[in-house]
């Protein structure tokens, strides 16, 4: 397990330009187990960026999970949506035997926090699953949290109800997928069109969440969607860069990738092996 207040792993500077590493899936490292309530502790104390996942439950509440299906991560069995939070009360992460994190837990756990921690809360759900009894859980239990928080999702409809509901929280989406497809069909002059629109869209987003490699190819075309999107006011965050060797730092062709990303200034990149890749940086550089 990670140690407490342990600082690395937060941030990289270059050429000026702060770059943080958040946390995916509540994970500093790789070997930390999944959706851990003791790193999301750490983090709050030492000021990280955290993402979890959030599924919705058939009460209209959360559980921090990923999958749809409770096979997989936890000890249970059958649709995350088809329970209900007592019906996860005795299911465990099978990693470590631990209980599921409810929204409830999470809130009263964000009522104390380091100013400049940051946990995205990764809807999983779509606006038509969740609904206004979903947006409405959210209201009630993390109007007044002491956490900044952002909440992403690749369904708009849900951001922007998220953005009515809870004006105070900070919004991102993630058109990933989305743009893939435009660029197959109809090539990268597609693909900026449309997320110059996603950036003037409704839901008014702090954060656009791009996979990394998509950066990368758009930039090779002489798109720079970083950049596009920072001379909107909008933050990048570029995901998910995991080291394969975290011990041995940065392969040639990983170190390729990360410096031709890094050169793009990237707000935040996400990664499941931020001190490693802390340490690695400052090794090449």
Same mark, same amino acid.
């Given at each position: 397990?990670?140690?407490?207040?342990?600082? @690395?792993?937060?941030?990289?500077?270059?050429?000026? =330009?702060?770059?943080?590493?958040?946390? =995916?899936?509540?994970?500093?490292?790789? #070997?930390?187990?999944?959706?851990?309530?003791?790193? %999301?502790?750490?983090?709050?104390? #030492?000021?990280?960026?955290?993402?979890?996942?959030?599924?919705?439950?058939? *009460?209209?509440?959360?559980?921090?999970?990923?999958?749809?299906?409770?096979?997989?991560?936890?000890? !249970?069995?059958?649709?995350?949506?088809?329970?209900?939070?007592?019906?996860?009360?005795?299911?465990? %992460?099978?990693? !470590?035997?631990?209980?599921?994190?409810?929204?409830?837990?999470?809130?009263? /756990? /964000?009522?104390?926090? =380091?100013?400049?921690?940051?946990?995205?809360?990764? /809807?999983?759900?779509?606006?038509?699953?969740?609904?206004?009894?979903?947006?409405?859980?959210?209201?009630?239990?993390?109007?007044?949290?002491?956490?900044?928080?952002?909440?992403? !999702?690749?369904?708009?409809?849900?951001?922007?109800?998220?953005?009515?509901?809870?004006?105070?929280?900070?919004?991102?989406?993630?058109?990933?997928?989305?743009?893939?497809?435009?660029? %197959?069909?109809? !090539?990268?002059?597609?693909?900026?069109?449309?997320?110059?629109?996603?950036?003037?869209?409704?839901?008014?987003? *702090?954060?656009?969440?791009?996979?990394?490699?998509?950066?990368?190819?758009?930039?090779?075309?002489?798109?720079?969607?970083?950049?596009?999107?920072?001379?909107?006011?909008?933050?990048?965050?570029?995901?998910?860069?995991?080291?394969?060797?975290?011990?041995?730092?940065?392969?040639? #062709?990983?170190?390729?990738?990360?410096?031709?990303?890094? #050169?793009?200034?990237?707000? @935040?990149?996400?990664?499941?092996?931020?001190?490693?890749?802390?340490?690695?940086?400052? @090794?090449?550089?």
């Amino acid at each position: 397990m990670t140690r407490l207040l342990d600082a @690395q792993g937060l941030e990289i500077s270059h050429e000026g =330009h702060r770059t943080r590493l958040k946390w =995916h899936r509540l994970r500093k490292q790789f #070997a930390d187990p999944l959706f851990s309530a003791e790193v %999301m502790a750490e983090g709050f104390a #030492a000021g990280a960026s955290m993402e979890l996942d959030l599924r919705v439950r058939a *009460d209209g509440g959360f559980v921090v999970l990923h999958d749809k299906e409770l096979e997989g991560e936890t000890t !249970g069995h059958g649709a995350v949506a088809e329970k209900s939070g007592s019906d996860l009360s005795d299911i465990r %992460m099978q990693e !470590g035997d631990r209980p599921l994190i409810l929204s409830e837990d999470l809130a009263a /756990m /964000m009522q104390s926090t =380091h100013p400049a921690a940051l946990l995205q809360f990764d /809807m999983k759900d779509d606006y038509e699953a969740i609904g206004a009894r979903g947006v409405a859980h959210l209201a009630t239990h993390f109007r007044d949290i002491a956490a900044s928080v952002i909440v992403s !999702g690749d369904s708009l409809d849900l951001i922007v109800a998220v953005k009515e509901k809870l004006p105070h929280l900070l919004r991102g989406i993630d058109p990933t997928n989305k743009l893939y497809d435009i660029r %197959m069909a109809n !090539g990268w002059k597609a693909v900026e069109t449309e997320l110059r629109a996603d950036l003037s869209g409704p839901t008014e987003p *702090d954060t656009i969440y791009l996979h990394w490699p998509l950066i990368l190819d758009a930039a090779n075309a002489g798109l720079d969607m970083i950049a596009l999107c920072r001379d909107e006011g909008k933050r990048v965050d570029a995901w998910t860069f995991t080291l394969k060797d975290p011990e041995a730092g940065f392969s040639e #062709a990983e170190w390729r990738n990360f410096s031709a990303l890094m #050169a793009l200034k990237p707000d @935040q990149i996400t990664t499941d092996e931020a001190p490693a890749t802390e340490r690695a940086w400052h @090794q090449r550089i």
